[in-house]
């Protein structure tokens, strides 16, 4: 069994399903969890020192924090509908609660924080919308928490991969803090597939293959990429979607792509 693949389990008191955290993934900044409510069920944290983005996967919810209230939130009421989400920043050093007004999944995402920013609502129209690639590299992708906007070390982004094509690819990596060339960014994968039957692969490695990993990526599962180059494909017949966290020294994205296949990207 691989070390770099989370599984969803059944959930706890709080709906929590799955959770990646600094300590469980020996590493230092993203941290990311998803809890899966029914209608009427809710759940309560704290933010502790670590900034968050709320991200309502599907259903709709009312999030409370401090004198903030948002009530009613959620379009979307299935992953693959493809509408951008609502989602909930949050500083460090707050508690909230999400209560479910429907069938709910929301994922937690985290990393440290500054109390450098005010929670706020990102809905729908503050998603930017971009489509990348071509022919059976085309995917599509939905920036939920950029580099341009507000936070402390969270980059948050939705990506819909059609079937049987590549993303992520060519593989690139973001280990090495060299700015402006490359930044050193820990990264997290949750996958989800439409049909949910399907499946998907990921490879996960280094140039010295120290780190060599492919998976067999199934409805729900999480990947963990610490360090390395991460491709992810399709087969035919099955819709991939992922939802990308990733934080590091540095609130900045810069990539190098694998050496032995820069030739693609002129192909493009």
Not at 22 to 30: K, N
Not at 201 to 223: I, K, P
């Amino acid at each position: 069994m691989t070390s770099l693949l989370v599984r969803p389990q059944q959930p706890d008191d709080q709906g929590k399903i799955l959770e990646v955290t600094p300590e469980s993934a020996g590493w230092e900044h993203v941290g990311f969890r998803v809890h899966k409510l029914e209608k009427g069920q809710s759940f309560e944290a704290d933010t502790g020192g670590r900034e968050h983005c709320l991200v309502l996967l599907s259903g709709k919810a009312s999030v409370t924090s401090g004198s903030h209230r948002w009530e009613n939130i959620g379009e979307r009421m299935d992953i693959f509908e493809k509408i951008p989400p609502y989602s909930v920043y949050l500083p460090d050093g707050v508690s909230f609660s999400v209560e479910a007004l429907t069938d709910l999944e929301v994922a937690v995402c985290s990393a440290p924080g500054n109390g450098n920013h005010e929670a706020r609502l990102i809905g729908p129209d503050d998603v930017k919308r971009a489509t990348r690639g071509t022919g059976s590299n085309t995917r599509h992708i939905q920036d939920i928490l950029p580099e341009t906007e507000p936070a402390d070390s969270l980059l948050v982004v939705e990506v819909y991969t059609p079937a049987g094509n590549w993303s992520s690819y060519p593989p690139h990596k973001h280990d090495v803090d060299n700015l402006p060339y490359e930044s050193l960014l820990e990264e997290t994968y949750y996958h989800r597939l439409n049909p949910s039957q399907g499946f998907a692969f990921q490879r996960v490695y280094t140039d010295d293959r120290s780190l060599n990993e492919t998976m067999a990526v199934e409805n729900g599962n999480c990947v963990m990429v610490p360090r390395g180059y991460h491709p992810a494909g399709v087969p035919h017949g099955y819709e991939l979607y992922y939802l990308n966290v990733m934080a590091g020294p540095k609130r900045e994205w810069k990539f190098q792509n694998d050496p032995d296949h820069e030739w693609i990207v002129k192909q493009q």
